[in-house]
């Protein structure tokens, strides 16, 4: 009978015994290849940026507790049979494709994998490559991608395999059991930033695949899901206060980025912001405007500014990044389903979208332009790369500028990019009045001087921002808007503790701008103020606002 690798025949009487170190070393080199070889497959990183993967230096935890798991069971029928093994490999790939997911939707879509919205998303790319492409090449693609599934699940059948024979060997699975115990220990002793005791580990793959089966389990289960959500607004408000004598009111409701309190309550900054501040006081009363504001509790602190966006949108309090998956997973409406409904053009005007963004779906706008969408044709001004002042141009020209009742009226949900951080490169401020749409609006030396910060303090640099922010929403009203526009513009945060210090409140402004008396007595009714600086107390949470 052939002896299990690494297991020392059974000598003959007459035939010198194998020594020890020697059975040691044969079991020792087969199962250090066969854990080497899967523990690579399941704790690879992104190569940032893109679709490519490296290798790091990591334990899976899942494969330490596997392996225990498998010398137990080898202990107890003896040996892994062979479809056993397959059934492993299969498993494996599985896992080995969950953990590309994992590290390659933060690097490609700059936040964690969400199956159910990433599987439409590859569902339309193949659909456009199938319609792109010949079928020559789709079909070579196909039988690439076939032919390496089939090449990893044979690797990982022999690596277990080989893995299986080493652990029949008796002598070494006390030694692996303890070293499981030991490893597991660790894994549950870890306290975040109090012990780390995972720093040789790589992130385990078990909470991202529980967390994506909740999320498919309430997509599947419409009731659990709502129940989850909790009650949201009725929206059955019939829009009437916007009606005019052509068409109703356009609206746009900018989520100004990085937009917060601190700007009103710190008086150093506030200083440094009050003559933008005075200008834009300005611009908006001698355009026939007024304005009131607010303030509310955002969803969200120093970044994260989708969750902020969705609490407003939906009127659910989104701050939970689990709630806000399963608010996307939903058919909630939203101000963009209610403004559609009562005759709206509902647009999204995203120029910092610059990657795939399937959740987009939700929302359900007639238009939404992404960086590529928005049709800029001027020169790049950083990672974001079009200027505020030049969005809202270009969303005037191609939403909001033609006149008449010939058109609908316009929703447009414009989150801006220019006092994101690192709050540079800055766009110089052109002259409202000139053509800002055309590709050679700002020189060569502007954009040069632009990418050349002068002053390398976040604060200097946050305060210049604000301050663009401030000048060129006055150069838009004063000069482009129409007289009837609504415009509310709404802070999605505070910008981050290096701007606005340790234990800043969550509380954003909330500036409601029109020409119409009556509307804006509205929102003096529920606690508004009138003029650009807010109250000292948030009205509340920003769904609470919808």
């Not at 854990?35 to 490519?52: M, V």
């Not at 659909?127 to 079928?135: F, G, I, L, Q, Y």
């Not at 390496?148 to 395999?161: F, N, Q, T, Y």
């Not at 058109?407 to 801006?416: D, K």
Request: glycine share 8%.
């Amino acid at each position: 009978m052939t002896a299990p690798f690494g297991h020392p025949p059974t000598p003959r009487p007459d035939a010198p015994s194998t020594p020890p170190w020697r059975a040691w070393w044969g079991w020792g080199w087969r199962f250090g290849l066969a854990f080497l070889l899967l523990n690579t497959l399941l704790t690879f990183e992104n190569r940032e940026p893109g679709f490519g993967v490296v290798w790091m230096p990591r334990l899976s935890f899942e494969l330490c507790v596997g392996v225990a798991l498998l010398a137990v069971w080898v202990a107890w029928r003896g040996r892994i049979s062979s479809r056993l093994t397959l059934a492993l490999a299969g498993l494996l790939v599985w896992l080995v494709a969950v953990r590309y997911a994992d590290v390659t939707a933060p690097a490609v879509m700059g936040r964690p994998v969400n199956l159910y919205w990433d599987g439409q998303h590859a569902l339309e790319l193949l659909r456009v490559a199938m319609a792109s492409w010949s079928a020559e090449r789709v079909a070579l693609i196909c039988l690439a991608l076939l032919a390496g599934l089939l090449a990893l699940l044979c690797v990982a059948r022999w690596a277990i395999a080989l893995l299986g024979r080493a652990l029949q060997w008796a002598p070494p699975r006390p030694w692996l059991w303890a070293a499981a115990g030991a490893l597991t220990a660790s894994f549950a002793a870890y306290v975040p930033d109090v012990r780390d005791t995972r720093w040789f580990f790589s992130l385990p793959l078990t909470p991202t695949i529980a967390h994506q089966a909740t999320l498919l389990a309430q997509v599947l289960q419409p009731e659990r899901r709502r129940a989850a959500l909790g009650p949201g607004p009725a929206f059955d408000g019939d829009l009437g206060a916007l009606r005019g004598p052509q068409r109703p009111a356009d609206v746009v409701l900018v989520f100004a980025e990085s937009y917060g309190s601190i700007t009103h309550d710190d008086p150093a900054l506030a200083s440094a912001l009050a003559a933008s501040r005075q200008r834009l006081q300005q611009a908006i009363h001698h355009s026939g405007r007024a304005v009131v504001s607010a303030r509310v509790k955002a969803a969200t602190f120093g970044g994260a500014s989708w969750l902020s966006h969705a609490s407003l949108l939906s009127g659910i309090d989104a701050s939970d990044p689990g709630q806000y998956n399963r608010l996307l997973a939903s058919d909630r409406p939203t101000l963009v389903t209610h403004f559609a409904r009562h005759g709206y053009r509902t647009v999204g005007w995203m120029p910092g979208i610059k990657r795939p963004w399937p959740e987009g779906r939700f929302y359900g706008f007639d238009r939404l332009a992404d960086d590529a969408g928005l049709r800029y044709t001027g020169p790049d001004f950083g990672y974001w790369r079009v200027p505020d002042q030049v969005s809202m141009a270009l969303l005037h020209e191609q939403e909001l500028g033609a006149a008449g009742a010939a058109r609908p009226p316009v929703f447009a949900v414009f989150p801006t990019v220019n006092t994101h951080a690192p709050f540079q490169p800055l766009p110089p401020l052109l002259d409202p009045a000139l053509r800002l749409t055309v590709p050679d609006a700002f020189s060569p030396a502007q954009v040069a001087n632009a990418r050349t910060p002068a002053d390398p303090s976040p604060v200097r640099r946050y305060l210049d921002s604000v301050n663009y922010q401030h000048d060129w929403l006055a150069g838009h009203l004063g000069t482009r808007a129409a007289r009837d526009l609504v415009m509310v513009v709404v802070g999605d945060h505070q910008p981050p503790a290096l701007v606005s210090g340790r234990g800043a409140s969550w509380d954003v402004p909330v500036h409601v701008i029109a020409s119409d008396a009556a509307l804006l007595s509205r929102f003096e009714a529920l606690g508004f103020v009138p003029g650009l600086t807010p109250p000292g107390d948030p009205l509340g949470p920003m769904h609470e606002l919808t």
